[in-house]
């Protein structure tokens, strides 16, 4: 075991020895060394290890270098495709380049991530057979045009992958040259089978060493008992503090109005195709979609009953019957088409899938008990959602017990693993710190003297607060906001204030305004919860983080409020407590992310010194120094603002 300790080490010393000024660190040796110490327990008794690895660790060569040498077949999962990409083509390359033997990896993304190449050939059928171009049958105007753009990129690439364009393709463009999970019949029942660009990935994945997905599709293979997946020996989770809510929405069910007329229309489209006109089914289902939208209008905002409720289950029911006859409907028409290879029984085959699919997620909310939630979410998308309670049981059973686990987090709540289904036993916890001198750099400021955010009163003492602040980092400012409402008003407020840029989340898309921020150092960027993990600005264009209020969950949640009904009176220390202390210290760790940083997280939520639970969410936090004492923060701001004034420089940052 020393011997592959000693390799181990010597492949990663020889892996960041490739960067700039790179040497392994203590930390990243130590967490190293633990990965390699789990993959080595097998299948019979796996072992599994929860490691915090701070900014500046390199977590991810940490468990990448001992993946690769381990012989075994790795899964890792991330939290984004956006992270994914980063492991393909920026970590796993230099590892490799590293290690004296032959590496494969390969990354897999869910279905719809791909083109589907029968959709492609059914447009162009249509195309020649109505004597028109390529764009027959697609969407009008812009979307139309993008279609034309993805054809003609299909005609090119080797992935099929969406991440390789270089435009961001509107929904109803990607929409016409791809398919969801719930739609495709798989490789077997497709003409295009043998060409299929998700089949060839998932193949690519299958001959890989290390296999690279989200957490989504990760979710996805565990609601498929196994699916979805090539075969593994162990699974490192990485950024593992949003594996639970992750996995908790794939293990549910969601179905929008939206969704239902989506469904109803591509039936109808298909029996058309077949000759075989149902408008009156159709226009039922229809119909059916719109009471069901209503009738989530008029739904409490709290965890639904077993079986919805007198008027939501009474037209739940309803819309289930009426998708049942138009899919009945289909499969009659359908007769032999929809298992033959025509594209008429492609579509046919396609649309009978998806009315399934909707049919047996509304069956899964009408059916829910005990153990699962079932509520009506708003905001922009109104739907009818449900998600288990717990996923423990579901990870005990298809990973804990079968293949070791490593789960691994900047900010990692303790005890996470065993909430998660792992046996106490079996586990190993660790924290490996951070590198970077976070005291000699880094302030948190408390600000005591502001009201308690929950005492009604108005805005105007934060918008102050956060005005001083500011004006003494010269800019430079990230503030993190725990509502849009909250941000649009501080910016209404401020806007006017200053002299540098204020940028508003929404005024462009995330990256271009990121972007912005980095490259006119002194801008200020305010933004909400997306932006609190993930984002990775460098140097002085960050000198100030702000945190408006503790982010404790919403306690009007159906799911986190039937979470805390089942932990009794432990229920704001086990469910509220422990999330708000990872968001906080996610947030805060947006402040340091280079051993050069300095700065500010200045929060304005009186209650992080004077709460009774103010301890726990501090312990969390990055190792500064910490002050009430408004001058003291306005004063290191100052400073640092005249040094950036004196030298500047320019620093590269992203989300």
Known sequence: MKERSDETAR?????????????????????????????????????????????????????????????????????????????????????????????????????????????????????????????????????????????????????????????????????????????????????????????????????????????????????????????????????????????????????????????????????????????????????????????????????LPAGLGPELGEVANLVGSRLGRLESALRAAAGGEASRFGAEGQQALRALLALGSCRQDLELCLAAGRESVVWVSGGERTALRSAPLEVSSVLAEQLFSKMPVVLTSATLPPGLAVRLGAEQRAVRELDVGSPFDFRENGLIYCAVDLPDPRSGRGPEPLHEELRQLIEAAGGRTLALFTSHRAMELAAKALREAFSWPVYVQGDLPKPAILQAFVEQERSCLFATMGFWQGVDVPGAACSLVVIDRLPFPRPDDPLLAARREAAGTAGFRQVDLPRAATLLAQGAGRLIRSAGDRGVVAVLDRRLATASYSGYLVRGLPPMRRTRERQVALEFLRRLAAGAEEAPRRFAGGP
């Open 11 to 303: 492949a990663l010393s020889a892996v960041v020895g490739q960067l700039p000024a790179g040497e392994a660190r203590p930390g990243q040796l130590q967490m190293a060394a633990a990965v390699e110490a789990v993959l080595a327990s097998g299948a019979d008794e796996p072992s599994h290890l929860a490691v915090a690895a701070g900014t500046g660790t390199g977590k991810s060569f940490a468990y990448l270098v001992p993946a690769l040498l381990s012989g075994s077949r790795i899964v890792v999962a991330t939290a984004t495709k956006a992270l994914q990409d980063q492991l393909a083509l920026k970590d796993l390359p230099l590892v490799a380049a590293a290690l004296s033997r032959p590496v494969e990896w390969a990354v897999l993304k869910g279905r719809s991530n791909y083109l589907c190449r029968q959709r492609l050939a059914e447009m162009e059928a249509l195309g020649r057979q109505e004597q028109m171009d390529i764009g027959a049958g697609v969407p009008a105007g812009a979307a139309g045009a993008q279609v034309r753009e993805l054809v003609s990129f299909a005609g090119t690439t080797e992935l099929g992958d969406r991440a390789e364009l270089d435009f961001e393709p509107l929904p109803a463009a990607w929409a016409a040259v791809s398919v969801t999970a719930e739609e495709c019949p798989g490789a077997k029942n497709c003409p295009q089978g043998e060409r299929c660009f998700a089949e060839r990935a998932r193949e690519k994945a299958a001959a890989a060493d290390v296999v690279v997905v989200n957490h989504h599709l990760l979710g996805a293979h565990l609601a498929s008992a196994g699916q979805v997946l090539p075969e593994h020996d162990a699974l490192v989770v990485d950024e593992a503090h949003d594996l639970e809510d992750t996995l908790a929405s794939c293990l549910g069910a969601d179905i929008s109005p939206g969704r239902l007329r989506g469904v109803a229309v591509m039936a109808r489209a298909a029996l058309a195709r077949l000759h075989k006109p149902a408008d009156q089914l159709a226009e039922a289902a229809l119909e059916a979609a719109t009471r069901f939208e209503l009738a989530l209008s008029r739904a409490p905002a709290t965890r």
